[in-house]
Every structure is written in structure tokens, then in C-alpha cells.
């Protein structure tokens, strides 16, 4: 199956804010139909929980209430591996998400692809990267421009 890349362009005018560049990212992701916004979300908040931005876990905390997450379910989040409260499913994307977060796309472990493909199809899969791609790349960008030199994602 060939998936078309067309729906997750992100056209953006020259000049907008980090609001609406963050917006613009996380609704293209949204549009994904095979993976769930909320475990999306849950997604991020954990790759932002690994880049300590405390400004945007709070913000991203607040939008997963809305959708019902639990307090329990989030305070428990950075420590998901040695909790039982998380599917299997749900631990197959976070793993994901922390190894494309650790690691330069070349060296995620093939174990971690091969999980998230056993709970995801092909385009899932492929979507969920995209998601946790774009939220790497949203903070790296948002270090680029207050004046950081290098992004902790491509140091380690």
C-alpha cells in the first residue's frame, strides 16, 4: 500500500506564531484515522516529558483531561515501563516514542519497530512516527529560535 504524504504538508505563512506553527502540526496529525487523538496525545506529552518542557506538559496535561484521561494515568506517565495501568498498545507507542526521541531515526532498535507494528498497521505505525517526529521537530525548532544552538535529540 502507498500511503500519500500530501495530507500531513504543513503550509504555514512566513510569519506565524509558536502557537499556531504547534497548531498547525498537531491538527495534521489529528487527521490521522487509524490511531486514536487521545493515545496521540499521550504521545507527545510523553516526548515533551523527555525534553522538559514543563510550559507545554502542562498545557498538553490540561487538553488530555478534556478527553478524560485520568490524573493517575498522567502522573504515572513518566514511569509508564513499571506501571500496569498503560494497554499494551498504548506501551507499544510510547516505546516508540522514546526510542525516535533517544535515538537518530538509523538506530531504533528493530525490537521497537517490530512492537509497534504488532499493535499498528503499516500506516498507523507510519502516522504515529509522523506524530512523534513532528513533535521532536516542534521542539527543536522552538530551541533553534530561542537562540539554542544545538537540540538535545540530535546531541544524545
Not at 504524504?5 to 502540526?25: D, H, M, Q, Y
Not at 509522523?130 to 522552538?142: E, P, T
Request: charged share 30%; hydrophobic share 40%.
Amino acid at each position: 500500500m502507498i500511503l500519500s504524504l500530501e495530507k500531513f504538508n504543513v503550509s504555514t505563512p512566513a510569519k506565524v506564531t509558536k502557537g499556531r506553527k504547534r497548531k498547525a502540526i498537531t491538527d495534521t496529525a489529528r487527521k490521522d484515522r487509524g490511531v486514536e487523538p487521545r493515545l496521540l496525545d499521550l504521545v507527545r506529552l510523553r516526548v515533551l516529558q523527555i525534553h522538559g518542557r514543563k510550559e507545554n506538559i502542562r498545557e498538553q496535561t490540561i487538553s488530555l483531561k478534556a478527553q478524560g484521561e485520568t490524573d493517575k494515568r498522567l502522573r504515572l506517565l513518566n514511569d509508564w515501563r513499571n506501571q500496569a495501568i498503560f494497554s499494551d498498545h498504548e506501551e507499544a507507542a510510547l516505546n516508540l516514542a522514546e526510542a525516535l526521541t533517544h535515538n537518530p531515526i538509523d538506530a531504533v532498535p528493530d525490537d521497537v519497530i517490530h512492537a509497534a507494528g504488532f499493535f499498528f498497521s503499516g500506516v498507523e505505525t507510519i502516522r504515529l512516527i509522523l506524530a512523534i517526529l513532528a513533535a521532536n521537530d516542534w521542539y527543536c525548532l522552538n530551541m533553534f529560535s530561542a537562540g539554542g544552538r544545538t537540540c538535545r535529540l540530535f546531541c544524545e
